[in-house]
Structures are given as structure tokens and as C-alpha cells.
């Protein structure tokens, strides 16, 4: 299984970007989606999730009313809309898949590939 993210690179704080995540060997239909980040010196966090029902998605404080999470099935591939982006979201971001029931929770997402780096310059 690969996951292959893209649609990263260097914004100024205040702007956007679409981040994209294709899946090869995998078929996305039957998995809840995320996306994490690291940061350099942190820990990886999840920062939005998507079930496989595609229904109201859940998003970490910190990015709540500024990202947008979507899948589309029939491409497999998720996305991610950043938008009104800040210095701290400098970060790689990685996609990943679960079949936990705990969705919301970063516990059980298979992360894969080797993400997509953001820079967000101040």
C-alpha cells in the first residue's frame, strides 16, 4: 500500500493551498481518512478526519473553520483545503487510513508515504 501526498509548498501566512492524497494497492471506500502533520520537534497530530459514510468530519482545534477535509471515492484520493494559513501549520503532512470505530481518535490510522511538506512564511 502507498499513500502519495501532494500540493505543498512554500505560502505566505494568510494564504492557501489544496493538499491531495492518492492511494495505490488500496481502495479508500471502506476506510476512514485523515490527515496528520508534524512539525519539526512535535509529535505527529491528526488535524482532520473523514469517515467512510463521508459525514460531518471532525477537525483539531486548531484548524477548525480554516481546513476542509473531502473524499472523493470514485478518484481515491482525499483532500485537504487550507485556507487563511499561519506560520504554526509549517509542518509535513501525511495521509492515512483506519477502520477503527474510533474515527476521531488518532489511534489506528495507518499512516503511509512520505507526506508533503508546508511552509508557511510570516
Known amino acids: 500500500v502507498q499513500l502519495q501526498a501532494s500540493g505543498g509548498g512554500l505560502v505566505q501566512a494568510g494564504g492557501s493551498l489544496r493538499l491531495s492524497c492518492a492511494a495505490s494497492g488500496l481502495s479508500f471506500r471502506p476506510y476512514h481518512l485523515g490527515w496528520f502533520r508534524q512539525a519539526p520537534g512535535q509529535d505527529r497530530e491528526l488535524v482532520a478526519a473523514i469517515n467512510r459514510s463521508a459525514g460531518k468530519p471532525h477537525y483539531a482545534d486548531s484548524v477548525k473553520g480554516r481546513f476542509i477535509i473531502s473524499r472523493d471515492n470514485a478518484k481515491n484520493t482525499l483532500y485537504l483545503q487550507m485556507n487563511d494559513l499561519k506560520f504554526e501549520d509549517t509542518a509535513v503532512y501525511y495521509c492515512?487510513?483506519?477502520?477503527?470505530?474510533?474515527?476521531?481518535?488518532?489511534?489506528?490510522?495507518?499512516?503511509r508515504g512520505r507526506g508533503t511538506l508546508v511552509t508557511v512564511s510570516s
Open positions: 492515512a487510513y483506519s477502520q477503527n470505530v474510533n474515527w476521531r481518535m488518532a489511534d489506528g490510522y495507518n499512516v
